[in-house]
């Protein structure tokens, strides 16, 4: 907008007031305040985005995990404490993972913490794979053992064969590991008798 204005005033600047048409000058007067306004909201807009964030980032800190509302910058902080910081995760992945926690029906991370607690996100990983993968794999392992099947049901890739069997063939490894998988149903996927979860080891 600050272009567009520009754009506008450059046009006219080399005019003198008087030369204006007076119903021109009216609607430029008026944009000029429309403009202002927006400009205002916009600042805004960006404060409170900001304030959120600082706000989300310290509940985590502090472990009030239901209050924390599942946000690209919320998973970050949550997972950096959960699973230790990985510096190779990028912005683009913390986006496209907080958009698949909506997916599966979490609304919280008090939601998330639940589905995961009692799982080893390095045994997980070395089950599949011999080795500590990143931060966000072994968070997925985690929701997947959690959830058991509900993972692929609701997944944003469940019509996909690929996914299916691939996952369903991760589950499989973990069950011959002796890890109990869940049946977690995080809180929007949950019917009036709530699926009950199995003790993880």
Same mark, same amino acid.
């Given at each position: 907008?600050?272009?567009?204005? *520009?754009? +506008?005033?450059?046009?006219?600047?080399?005019?003198?007031?008087?030369? #204006?048409?007076?119903?021109?000058?009216?609607?430029?007067? *008026?944009?000029?305040?429309?403009?202002?306004? *927006?400009?205002? =909201?916009?600042?805004? #807009?960006?404060?409170?985005?900001?304030?959120?964030?600082?706000?989300?980032?310290?509940?985590?800190?502090?472990?009030?995990?239901?209050?924390?509302?599942?946000?690209?910058? *919320? $998973?970050?902080?949550?997972?950096?404490?959960?699973?230790?910081?990985?510096?190779?995760?990028?912005?683009?992945?913390?986006?496209?993972?907080?958009?698949?926690?909506?997916?599966?029906?979490?609304?919280?991370?008090?939601?998330?913490?639940?589905? +995961?607690?009692?799982?080893?996100?390095?045994?997980?990983?070395? #089950?599949?794979?011999?080795?500590?993968?990143?931060?966000?794999?072994? &968070? =997925?392992?985690? $929701?997947?053992?959690?959830?058991?099947? !509900? &993972? #692929?049901?609701?997944?944003?890739?469940? !019509?996909?064969?690929?996914?299916?069997?691939?996952?369903?063939? !991760?589950?499989?490894?973990?069950?011959q590991a002796d890890i109990a998988i869940g049946s977690y149903l995080p809180t929007n996927r949950r019917s009036a008798e709530p699926a009950t979860q199995a003790d993880p080891e």
């Amino acid at each position: 907008m600050q272009h567009s204005w *520009a754009e +506008i005033e450059h046009d006219i600047q080399y005019k003198a007031v008087e030369t #204006i048409p007076i119903t021109i000058r009216r609607r430029f007067m *008026a944009l000029a305040g429309l403009l202002e306004i *927006a400009d205002r =909201e916009f600042q805004a #807009i960006q404060d409170e985005d900001e304030k959120l964030r600082t706000e989300a980032r310290k509940s985590v800190q502090e472990g009030k995990l239901d209050q924390v509302e599942i946000t690209p910058d *919320a $998973l970050k902080t949550y997972l950096d404490k959960k699973l230790g910081a990985d510096g190779r995760m990028t912005e683009f992945s913390y986006q496209w993972t907080a958009k698949l926690l909506h997916k599966l029906g979490f609304v919280d991370f008090k939601d998330i913490d639940e589905c +995961i607690s009692g799982y080893d996100d390095d045994r997980l990983s070395r #089950i599949l794979w011999g080795t500590r993968q990143g931060q966000l794999t072994r &968070f =997925e392992y985690l $929701l997947l053992t959690g959830m058991g099947e !509900n &993972f #692929i049901k609701f997944h944003l890739w469940k !019509n996909q064969d690929w996914f299916v069997n691939s996952y369903q063939k !991760n589950l499989e490894k973990f069950r011959q590991a002796d890890i109990a998988i869940g049946s977690y149903l995080p809180t929007n996927r949950r019917s009036a008798e709530p699926a009950t979860q199995a003790d993880p080891e």
